[in-house]
């Protein structure tokens, strides 16, 4: 039995070609990974909530600054007042009753303003714990994004070895319907039996439903894309790894990780954070000096008094001496939560530890995958030429050449797949490591720069109006 060599090429089509050309798309786009990465970079939600997340911790500077700043009250009171007043005078013993009726319209302005003096640092406190919370926020802002990147990388290289098993799989289909059809020529003149066709029959059923699961995986891996990236993916360009940016040595790896991956330098602000709050509720037992300015001009305030101004200024001192002791348990209460944020920083940097071994050894995984993929689809086009022409003399079975054909389809599958791992998992290795970012991958777009709108509102004494115009 011997296939037509137009039809035998058909699925000894590379499959890194399938991989690095990807796969057609009706509108003829070609994008690449570094594209796809800037699209996300600006258009993923989860990505642009988190910047307006940050925005938002951004004000907790002003507000904390707003203890530094005097309080200032005006008010005014105005109504009306009936009095009705009946007096006696005596007069040669004889006493006269009279009656007025008094009407007049008490009206007041007043303006008092109260400055705080000390607090027990509260208000320092609060400000140095505002902008740890707003550069714990940079950091959370910084892990979104190094996950949007490597979610995008993935969706990308997804699309792509979905789009050339699908081209695998219909490629197979195709020899296998030739296959058959030769099969069923050679029943017809006696050569083989009915066993044969329906071994023939059964591979065709069996590769149409290998097609169907890789067009429900292909169609997954574009919603993904859509997802991720926020347009339908085109024709995609090669993916590749970027094993350049990170360090040749797992140790140095490690080391860089403890260091520098965004959920260990946020857990460690948050240490920082939690100890001025043990600060802040400490200063609760401090006395509070304040002093207050006020000035009041009133009319009409009685029938006889038709015009007063007042001024004053008082200082005062607070002494807390004892509320319930709630005070005590607060304190107590932040400190148990520093010790947790401690722990919580040590279980960070085990965390980042675990992520960059893993991704170290997914990536040498990959790397070995490849090579060992390569040298198995060249062993089994080597194999199925060979059990072709077996099969044509008769020393192979229909079954032979049915799974040699199998074999090659898989080992072109695997070394798609590894294709894909190993650009990924250099991805993840380098978010792992918290290098993943559009600076260290030098892409070419706009750099989102957190400091513009901290230094917009940090300032700022009066306005409701955002620095965008909202």
Known sequence: MELGSRTGRRLIVPAIAALAYGFAAADGRADTLEGALVQAYQNNPTLNSQRAALRATDENVPIALSGYRPRVTGTITAGATGQNQTTRSTSAGVSTYNTQWDNFAPHTFGLTATQTLYNGFQTANRTRMAEGQVAAARETLRFTEQTVLLNAATAYMNVLRDAAILDLQRRNVEVLQEQLRQTRDRFNVGEVTKTDVAQSESRVA??????????SNYTTSRATYRQVIGIDPGRLAPGTPVDRLSPRALTTSVARARVENPNVTAAALGVDVAQLQVKINEGALYPTLAVSAGAQQAYESSPLILKQFQATVLGTVSIPLYQGGSEYATIRQSKETLGKTRIDLDTQRDVAQQATVQAWGQLEAAKAQILATQAQVLA????????????????????????????????????VSAQRDRVVASFALLAATGRLSVAVLGLNVRLYDPMTHYQQVRDTWIGVRTPDGR
């Open 206 to 215: 069996a590769g149409r439903s290998s097609m169907l699961s890789a067009e």
């Open 380 to 415: 089994a086009e080597t194999a199925l030429n060979g059990v072709r022409e077996e099969a044509r003399v008769g020393q192979r079975t229909t079954l032979d050449v049915l799974n040699a054909q199998q074999e090659l389809v898989n080992a072109r599958v695997a070394l």
